[in-house]
């Protein structure tokens, strides 16, 4: 019984955590496609890009 209470609580936690990191995410997303005149998707795509790109700088390119 005790597990179940301590899971549901896990579970309402890692969700709200999640709704925040999304939350944040699509004000970027909104913020970036206001500023450059773009599509939502477009500007999304870019910051996805973008933080690839960065990746591969950082870490350099693997195979």
Do not use: H, I
């Not at 709704?19 to 939502?40: G, I």
């Amino acid at each position: 019984m005790l597990q179940d209470l301590q899971r549901l609580f896990w579970e309402e936690e890692v969700m709200r955590r999640e709704y925040q990191l999304l939350d944040r995410a699509f004000e970027r997303v909104l913020a970036r496609s206001s500023r450059e005149s773009l599509f939502n998707r477009t500007a999304a795509m870019a910051m996805g890009v973008e933080r690839v790109r960065g990746a591969k700088e950082t870490r350099g390119l693997f195979p």
